[in-house]
């Protein structure tokens, strides 16, 4: 079954500080990872995609095949990156789940500390 | 920039009661979601929604949920008789036919159930 985990549940670092976000998934299969971001009062919005392996805000994620895992990180935290992160999944166009339906994990809380 | 919209904000009724939840979505999106988020949960899938028909619905879609979209611009949720444990933010999101992961989500709407 498909299942994402996000362990901490609340992050603190201080502005400058590295972070790190972790997630770790559950699937048979090669699924699409996503890290969805929502900001306080704000709605969820996507922050980036494995397939895109592009850099957002200065957040990278690396999907890690072996490990099932896709943490997300940024080498200098800002103090306007404090909001909720989301850890999601959605298994492969071609394995039935059509539209993209999608998994999330229970969210990290992140507090970027001036 | 576009954004999907969801009416009302926040919906308080009793225990039996029916209620529709609403959603703009994005114009020229075609693939539609509905998703809820009970208070300290993850944010979980309910049904996903494509040429008027649904595509794939979680075991919480159960017959006390039902989908539409009466005009071609909304698109409802709908709880026939609502139970203390349908309290939640229900989300709404929609999708473009290029992007079928990319989901754009609606700000919620705030169910409480009393």
């Known amino acids: 079954a498909q299942r994402v985990t996000q362990p901490e549940k609340l992050l603190s670092v201080f502005k400058g500080a590295p972070v790190e976000l972790k997630c770790n998934y559950s699937?048979?299969?090669?699924?699409?990872l996503f890290w969805y971001v929502q900001y306080s009062r704000q709605r969820l919005q996507l922050l980036l995609r494995h397939i895109s392996r592009e850099s957002i805000k200065g957040f990278t994620a690396d999907l890690n095949k072996g490990e099932t895992s896709f943490h997300l990180k940024k080498p200098f935290a800002q103090e306007e990156d404090s909001a909720m992160y989301y850890c999601a999944l959605s298994p492969p166009l071609d394995r039935g789940s059509t539209l993209g339906r999608l998994y999330f994990g229970r969210g990290t809380q992140l507090t970027v500390w001036p | 920039e576009p954004e999907v919209t969801q009416t009302p904000s926040h919906q308080v009724t009793q225990m039996g009661q029916e209620v529709i939840l609403r959603c703009v979505p994005i114009?020229?999106?075609?693939?539609f979601y509905w998703y809820r988020q009970i208070l300290g949960q993850k944010v979980e899938f309910l049904v996903s929604?494509?040429?008027?028909?649904?595509?794939?619905k979680s075991e919480i879609f159960d017959d006390q949920f039902s989908v539409e979209r009466p005009d071609g611009s909304n698109f409802t949720l709908k709880i026939r008789s609502t139970k203390l444990e349908d309290s939640a933010m229900y989300f709404c999101?929609?999708?473009?036919?290029?992007?079928?992961?990319?989901?754009?989500f609606g700000p919620g709407t705030r169910l409480t159930v009393t």
């Open positions: 114009s020229n999106h075609l693939y």
């Open positions: 699937y048979s299969g090669s699924p699409e």
């Open positions: 929604f494509y040429n008027n028909e649904i595509s794939e």
């Open positions: 999101a929609s999708s473009w036919v290029g992007g079928l992961n990319e989901q754009y």
